[in-house]
């Protein structure tokens, strides 16, 4: 199976400050079918971005996701408050679909 | 909007068998779309369990294939999941969701839609 490295871990940043979070998976995702979602606690989490760059509906034109084969990268270009949460990349090009381990971002 | 809210008991005993109930409104599951369930232990990742297109195709996490069946009641708009002789790292929070899904091969693509989720906890 796929597995899906995120980095970093924990990202500590400012409201306002931009955000660029990556993930590396270990063979290459094919037809980019690649998912990042954000979860806050005690919530379900919510997709933000499929097919490795496509906005899912309502999602803030600040979340903006790129990338191909093996690498992918989320960016969120200003942090609003409500932006922090983690993030999980999700891989369904190969079964069984994997996620990610998540990444943090936090108020620094 | 399609709403989907999972259902179940909270604490299974080890070597029962779990099960819980996923009802979806907004939505008729036989009109089309992949429905999945995925779990999360307590602080922890995310984990894919099973998805299924009504009545063309399933599929199941291979890690836990020999454990888990999903099923489907059209008539009530809702599907389940039965997952056998759990143990304690079988305790997560429990979620079901609708996927988008591939045109023609019915194969399942990114959660569109989660249900709020429902904790088990495997314990004697």
């Known amino acids: 199976e796929i597995v899906l490295t995120q980095s970093p871990g924990t990202l500590s940043l400012s409201p306002g400050e931009r955000a660029t979070l990556s993930c590396r998976a270990s063979q290459s995702v094919s037809s980019s079918y690649l998912a990042w979602y954000q979860q806050k606690p005690g919530q379900a989490p919510r997709l933000l971005i499929y097919?490795?760059?496509s906005r899912a509906t309502d999602i803030p034109d600040r979340f903006s996701g790129s990338g191909s084969g093996t690498d992918f990268t989320l960016t969120i270009s200003r942090l609003e408050p409500e932006d922090f949460a983690v993030y999980y990349c999700?891989?369904?090009?190969?079964?069984?679909?994997?996620f990610g381990h998540g990444t943090k971002v936090e108020v620094k | 909007q399609v709403q989907l809210q999972e259902s179940g008991p909270g604490l299974v005993k080890p070597s029962e068998t779990l099960s819980l109930t996923c009802a979806v409104a907004?939505?008729?599951?036989?009109?089309?779309?992949?429905w999945g369930w995925i779990r999360q232990p307590p602080g922890k990742g995310l984990e894919w369990i099973g998805s299924?297109?009504?009545?063309?195709?399933?599929y199941y996490n291979p890690s836990l294939k020999s454990r888990i069946a999903i099923s489907v009641d059209t008539s009530k708009n809702q599907f389940s999941l039965k997952l056998s002789s759990v143990t304690a790292a079988d305790t997560a929070v429990y979620y079901c969701a609708r996927q988008s899904f591939v045109w023609g091969t019915y194969r399942p693509l990114q959660f569109e839609f989660w249900g709020q989720g429902t904790l088990v906890t495997v314990s004697s």
């Open positions: 907004g939505y008729s599951i036989s009109d089309g779309y992949c």
């Open positions: 999700h891989q369904y090009g190969s079964s069984p679909c994997t």
């Open positions: 299924f297109y009504h009545s063309k195709s399933t």
């Open positions: 097919g490795a760059s």
